[in-house]
T-cell receptor, first 110, second 114 residues
Framework: SQQGEEDPQALSIQEGENATMNCSYKTSINNLQWYRQNSGRGLVHLILIRSNEREKHSGRLRVTLDTSKKSSSLLITASRAADTASYFCATDHSNYQLIWGAGTKLIIKP | KAGVTQTPRYLIKTRGQQVTLSCSPISGHRSVSWYQQTPGQGLQFLFEYFSETQRNKGNFPGRFSGRQFSNSRSEMNVSTLELGDSALYLC?????????????FGPGTRLTVT
């Protein structure tokens, strides 16, 4: 069963603005990952943050993890049209599978 | 390095038939996971294989089965297809012995059951 939940379900912003999406989970994790899916490139890994890390950066992406609140956020700065995609969080709970949320659909308007 | 490949890319089947989907992981990756994705849903985990052994299975009926070969290529089979099996089936490989590290996904097989 799915444990991760992203919000919002959909987000529409102007190009150049920042986009923030959130992920919550229910039980303790080893790591949390963010993926992006669009029709052109399929599902692609963006960033992995371990349970003992609080923040991680990769280019225009910033991920935070709050294990006390069982939540994570993904911030995309200076959004571009190419960032239009669905974003998923996936959590590792030590049983050889990732648990996925239903995703946030992000639309960047020109 | 070539990415994860899945064949076929598209498939149309009739209810009651069976189907076999194939996945070739990135060279050197021994962990292969399978997922089902339906519109508006996240990915539902089907099963994971490592070195020909199924290490975990999701909450799917026994009609869904899989296997992995010695060269790490994997197949999944769905028997007695139902309309609800229409979905995008994704395969992912991982370079680590823990499949829950970074996963590399194939383009998927779009299965339509009529």
């Amino acid at each position: 069963s799915q444990q991760g939940e992203e919000d919002p379900q959909a987000l529409s912003i102007q190009e150049g603005e920042n986009a923030t999406m959130n992920c919550s989970y229910k039980t303790s994790i080893n790591n949390l990952q963010w993926y992006r899916q669009n029709s052109g490139r399929g599902l692609v890994h963006l960033i992995l943050i371990r349970s003992n890390e609080r923040e991680k950066h990769s280019g225009r992406l910033r991920v935070t993890l709050d294990t006390s609140k069982k939540s994570s956020s993904l911030l995309i700065t200076a959004s571009r049209a190419a960032d239009t995609a669905s974003y998923f969080c996936a959590t590792d709970h030590s049983n050889y599978q990732l648990i996925w949320g239903a995703g946030t659909k992000l639309i960047i308007k020109p | 390095k070539a990415g994860v490949t899945q064949t076929p890319r598209y498939l149309i089947k009739t209810r009651g038939q069976q189907v076999t989907l194939s996945c070739s992981p990135i060279s050197g990756h021994r962990s292969v996971s399978w997922y089902q994705q339906t519109p508006g849903q996240g990915l539902q985990f089907l099963f994971e294989y490592f070195s020909e052994t199924q290490r975990n299975k999701g909450n799917f009926p026994g009609r869904f089965s899989g296997r992995q070969f010695s060269n790490s290529r994997s197949e999944m089979n769905v028997s007695t297809l139902e309309l609800g099996d229409s979905a995008l089936y994704l395969c992912a490989s991982s370079p680590a012995d823990r499949s829950t590290y970074e996963q590399y996904f194939g383009p998927g097989t779009r299965l339509t059951v009529t």
